[in-house]
């Protein structure tokens, strides 16, 4: 069976840190993968989506970027965190080449910038 | 306006209370996707729907294209269905889905 594994679950950093958080899918193959992030009170938004190795969209221009080193991972990164960066980050995965989207999510990143 | 709109924003049911919640939305889609997000902030997808209905337990999502709606029913709901439920709507892979703000939900015992 497909799992989809997040770290890590509660980060808190200083403004101005560097930022790494990671995403590995188990049991599927080519997975498209997201990024998405939930500010409080808000909806989820997509932040980035790869279809493929070396492949990101990027919906939103921020000081976050994403990376898929591999078909399974999947890392979202910051060179400098904003206080505008808070908030609780979700990677998510579908299955590509069939007609279905439903996405399967991790378990998410709550991160907490200061 | 947002382009999907879910409402309640906030349910407060009695355990075993029949529950509805309405998801509105103005863009062209070729899925609907219903989430369930518990207290943790983990999400599971309940259904993804293109046109009439789905049921899965005592869930019941039905879509109307027509009308650009679309509804999430639990029948015999029960404390352990207190979550937050979003409504997404968009292509049916990932890359473009517009999602709700959600609905907390809360079922009293």
């Known amino acids: 069976s497909q799992t989809i594994h997040q770290w890590p679950a509660t980060l808190v950093q200083p403004v101005g840190s560097p930022l790494s958080l990671e995403c590995t899918v188990e049991?599927?193959?080519?997975?498209?993968l997201y990024w998405y992030r939930q500010a409080a009170g808000r909806g989820l938004q997509l932040l980035f989506y790869?279809?493929?190795?070396?492949?990101i969209s990027s919906e939103v221009p921020q000081n976050l970027s994403a990376s898929r080193p591999q078909d399974r991972q999947f890392i979202l990164s910051s060179k400098k965190l904003l206080l505008s960066d808070s908030g609780f980050y979700l990677c998510a995965w579908s299955v590509r080449h069939r007609n279905t989207g439903e996405l399967f999510f991790g378990e998410g990143s709550r991160l907490t910038v200061l | 306006k947002n382009e999907v709109e879910q409402s309640p924003q906030n349910l407060t049911a009695q355990e075993g209370e029949f529950i509805t919640i309405n998801c509105s939305y103005s863009v062209g889609i070729s899925a609907l996707h219903w989430l369930q997000q518990h207290p943790g902030g983990g999400i599971v997808s309940l259904f993804m729907l293109s046109s009439g209905k789905k049921k899965h337990g005592r869930l019941i999502a039905t879509i109307n294209i027509q009308e650009k709606h679309s509804s999430l029913h639990i029948t015999a709901s029960h404390p352990r269905d207190s979550a937050v439920y979003i409504c997404a709507a968009g292509e049916t892979s990932g890359s473009r889905l517009t999602f709700g703000e959600g609905t907390q939900l809360t079922v009293n015992p």
């Open positions: 049991g599927t193959s080519n997975p498209n």
């Open positions: 790869s279809v493929g190795i070396g492949q």
